[in-house]
Nanobody, 121 residues
Framework: QVQLVESGGGLVQPGGSLRLSCAAS????????MGWYRQGPGKQRELVAG???????KYADSVKGRFTFSRDYAKNTVTLQMNSLKPDDTAVYYC???????????????WGQGTQVTVSS
């Protein structure tokens, strides 16, 4: 069993900051990729930031310079520091990870339950 547990989120005024964290727990051999997606009202789910199987970190163009993604290898945790938030950042934010549970096993896709971020005055 693997779980992605998200924390953070909430209501913030434009220009404010929030911090999201996601911890992967359970039977984990390796995490090949991990990051944050979001889905705003009436919009498709999109990648916000994350690292891929090659170890590179990628950001959506709309958040570059405002959001910072980081990873704690020892704790299987990723964090998204969101600064200078805008109303357009309002969305449900989901943690996603591609995890290999055992040596030689398949790599499977896991999702957190989602956390609401609302940017409004």
């Amino acid at each position: 069993q693997v779980q992605l547990v998200e924390s953070g989120g909430g209501l913030v005024q434009p220009g404010g900051s929030l911090r999201l964290s996601c911890a992967a727990s359970g039977s984990i051999f390796s995490i090949n990729a991990m990051g944050w997606y979001r889905q705003g009202p009436g919009k498709q789910r999109e990648l916000v930031a994350g690292f891929n199987s090659g170890g590179s970190t990628k950001y959506a163009d709309s958040v570059k310079g405002r959001f910072t993604f980081s990873r704690d290898y020892a704790k299987n945790t990723v964090t998204l520091q969101m600064n200078s938030l805008k109303p357009d950042d309002t969305a449900v934010y989901y943690c996603n990870a591609w995890i290999q549970r055992v040596v030689g096993g398949l790599v499977a896709d896991y999702w957190g339950q989602g956390t609401q971020v609302t940017v409004s005055s």
